[in-house]
């Protein structure tokens, strides 16, 4: 992990004084020319730019500046931090002008392919292909929400997912087990409504919480490649079939009463209580939720919500988003910025990484001391999956969510029909590719 840093120190022994990421130099708006000249007795400075700011989360960023600076004396890691959402806005003013951050976090999709787009964002690629060992270290599909056709863009730090979080307890009471399709689970809803327990907690009062149901049915019900086209505003029609389909899941679930009743009126963080109290058997939960299970007391389980028959989409995929951090096209010493992030992504500083509640970008990462059964389990699920499905809000153009998820609570409230809903979402596809034309 050290190779790069040290090419790049003995390289300073021979070259001129440049001083941090707003020293002089040529070619690097390719992403391919890694040189970078210093005299190793100037600092180097690398503005690093994240949106955490728990104390803990702020401690951990500050711990590891330290730590890189401890190892190279010359070089200064120097952080700042905005919560959001006043992080995108200042990034967004920031970016492509001599004030962009060296280092800085993206989620993935459209939040960091916009930058792509505009060349502001640094090619990884290569450093990857160059070390082997750190490139192996990632779970398989973590990289791939940063990837396109011409390089890969982030080095990812931690995975957010969806998973169906069961109360055991309940399940081994009424003598049900885990869903592996879609009757299954149906079937598992019925006898709990039947029981007087509530199915599934769930609260729609903002409709990014119908948005994550939604986006793991459609990856269920629509072709990867149909998704991936639909993503991008000079391609998308929404026009294949499974967006129906997936829709009329979530009309049964809410058609059966298998929802907290009153279900768009509902918060969601009130309506999950009722399964921390164990009123309810299932919450469709983050990953970074299973803390709060553990610390409700609750035996819990996780599984994915199966297909339904003769679905076309891709089970094999996980709900959720890799986020990451990326480097900036205008940075003068990629090298060391990448270093940086190699020990971010180091199995000692994922570790160190736990309290954040996201499970770990590095295979192995996960053990019996650091994460609980549910962390584990998610884990594992991670680092089998094919890939990682966005939330679906993140992935497409905000025109067409504008009206995509306030639909969506129609469809709970009973007021559209799937079909209705989808040839309004068509009418702005077309209107968008055509403002692309």
């Not at 990289?143 to 730090?157: D, L, M, R, S, T």
């Not at 998704?227 to 389909?245: H, I, L, M, N």
């Not at 809410?254 to 309810?280: H, K, M, S, W």
């Amino acid at each position: 992990m050290k190779k790069a840093v040290t090419k790049v120190l003995a390289m300073m022994l021979v070259s001129t004084s440049l001083f941090g990421c707003g020293s002089a130099q040529q070619g690097m708006q390719n992403g391919n020319t890694k040189e970078t000249t210093s005299n190793e007795t100037e600092e180097i400075e690398l503005k690093m730019f994240h949106n955490w700011t728990i104390d803990s989360e702020v401690a951990y960023f500050k711990e590891a500046a330290d730590a890189f600076h401890k190892e190279h004396p010359n070089v200064v890691i120097k952080i700042e931090n905005v919560g959001d959402p006043d992080y995108s806005t200042k990034l967004k003013v920031m970016m492509g002008t001599d004030d962009a951050p060296d280092i800085f976090f993206s989620f993935s999709g459209e939040s960091l392919n916009k930058y792509v787009r505009a060349g502001h964002v640094l090619d990884l690629e290569s450093y990857y292909e160059e070390d082997s060992e750190w490139n192996e270290s990632f779970v398989p599909a973590s990289k791939n929400p940063f990837e396109n056709e011409e390089g890969i863009y982030a080095v990812p730090f931690r995975i957010t997912t969806k998973q169906m979080v069961y109360n055991k307890d309940l399940f081994d009471e009424y003598q049900v087990s885990v869903p592996t399709t879609w009757d299954e689970f149906l079937n598992v809803c019925e006898v709990f409504k039947e029981a007087g327990i509530i199915p599934q907690a769930f609260g729609d009062l903002e409709a990014w919480a119908v948005c994550h149901y939604m986006t793991t049915f459609n990856t269920l019900c629509v072709p990867d490649d149909v998704r991936k086209a639909d993503s991008d505003s000079e391609t998308c029609t929404y026009t294949d079939p499974g967006y129906v389909q997936a829709l009329n899941m979530l009309k049964q679930l809410q058609d059966n009463g298998y929802f907290t009743p009153n279900t768009n009126a509902i918060d969601f963080d009130v309506a999950r209580e009722d399964f921390l109290i164990g009123n309810a058997a299932m919450a469709y939960l983050e990953n970074i939720e299973y803390v709060d299970v553990e610390n409700a007391g609750i035996n819990a389980g996780i599984f994915s919500i199966p297909s339904p028959a003769g679905a076309a989409g891709n089970d094999k995929m996980v709900t959720g988003s890799v986020d990451g951090f990326a480097v900036s096209a205008n940075c003068k010493n990629p090298e060391i910025a990448v270093e940086f992030l190699k020990l971010l992504t180091s199995m000692e500083w994922q570790e160190k990484a736990m309290g954040m509640s996201c499970t770990s970008v590095i295979k192995g990462a996960h053990n019996s001391d650091n994460s609980n059964e549910l962390m584990l389990k998610d884990a594992k699920i991670c680092e089998t999956a094919e890939g990682f499905t966005n939330w679906m809000d993140m992935d497409m153009p905000s025109e067409i969510s504008d009206v995509y998820l306030p639909g969506m609570q129609e469809i709970i409230a009973g007021t559209v029909t799937p079909e209705e809903l989808m040839k309004k979402v068509q009418v702005v596809a077309e209107n968008v590719r055509n403002a692309e034309k």
